[in-house]
């Protein structure tokens, strides 16, 4: 069973910055999964964000997000982080990440999420 949590969601002015963490625990072994990060704004669909592969030396971002957001990788720490930088109101959604063993960007892709954090961002 994969198991995630993240992490490291709030409330933040508009141009400012969050890290949002993605931890595996259990009997999981991030290393040897891509990670993924998708988000969902009330009302709308969950939608790709960013994409990590198993080594970390590969990443794609969404279109919205490239330039601002930072994918990074701590597989010691079992840990896949998401650095948000000058954020805008319209990144307000509930992050999610999930796992699978190789690079995808479809919600589809993945089978297993974590429960999310919230990320709010004030004007």
């Known amino acids: 069973q994969v198991q995630l949590v993240e992490s490291g969601g709030g409330l933040v002015q508009a141009g400012g910055s969050l890290r949002l963490s993605c931890a595996a625990s259990?009997?999981?072994?991030?290393?040897?999964?891509?990670i993924g990060w998708f988000r969902q704004a009330p009302g709308k669909e969950r939608e790709f964000v960013a994409v990590?592969?198993?080594?970390?030396?590969?990443?794609d971002y969404s279109d919205s997000v490239k330039a601002r957001f930072i994918l990074s990788r701590d597989n010691a720490k079992n840990t896949v982080y998401l650095q948000m930088n000058s954020l805008k109101p319209e990144d307000t959604a509930v992050y999610f990440c999930a796992v699978r063993r190789t690079f995808g960007k479809r919600v589809e892709d993945y089978g297993y999420w974590g429960q999310g954090t919230q990320v709010t961002v004030s004007s």
């Open positions: 990590i592969s198993a080594s970390g030396s590969g990443t």
């Open positions: 259990g009997r999981t072994f991030i290393s040897s999964y891509a």
